[in-house]
């Protein structure tokens, strides 16, 4: 069973939270239910994200990666660049104007039949038709 479901405009996922990041799974859940604007990454290759500001979690590194697979939410907490919700539909590289990050491993998509075309027309409906709103919600 799904621990999250995600809406981006009328393309539907449900994601698991990941065991390996705790700590940031709490954080980000304090987040939530969360309605946002979901934009294209500018440095970081086949990606999305939502724009989190100055937010601080004191939760550090944990889980974190610079390289997720399409589908492996991070978070980012700012400590070098804005803070923010990674969203990869593609290869992905992690970075910003400042170089490579380093994101909190949170949560992935689940596997189900379509899920890699919904994600590639997250992608494709961000870059040509501009920002796109997200939900994210606990399940149940």
């Known amino acids: ?14 994601a698991r939270w990941e065991p390996e990041a705790p700590r940031t799974v709490e954080a980000v859940r304090r987040l939530l239910p969360m309605r946002a604007q979901l934009i294209h990454c500018r440095w970081s290759g086949e990606g999305t994200w939502i724009p989190l500001d100055d937010l601080q979690t004191g939760v ?13 939410l991070l978070i980012y907490t700012g400590d070098l660049s ?12 992690f970075s910003s104007k ?19 075309d919904r994600l590639r027309e997250v992608g494709r409906r961000v870059l040509w038709d501009g920002a796109q ?3 994210i919600r606990e399940a149940g």
């Open 1 to 14: 069973m799904a621990d999250l479901t995600i809406k981006v405009g009328d393309l539907n996922f449900t």
């Open 60 to 72: 550090g590194y944990e889980n974190h990666t610079s390289h997720p697979a399409p589908g492996e």
């Open 82 to 93: 804005v803070g923010e919700i990674l969203f990869p539909y593609g290869a992905c590289s």
């Open 98 to 116: 400042l170089g490579q990050l380093a994101g909190n491993h949170f949560a992935s998509i689940e596997a189900d039949d379509g899920w890699r």
């Open 133 to 135: 709103e997200i939900e």
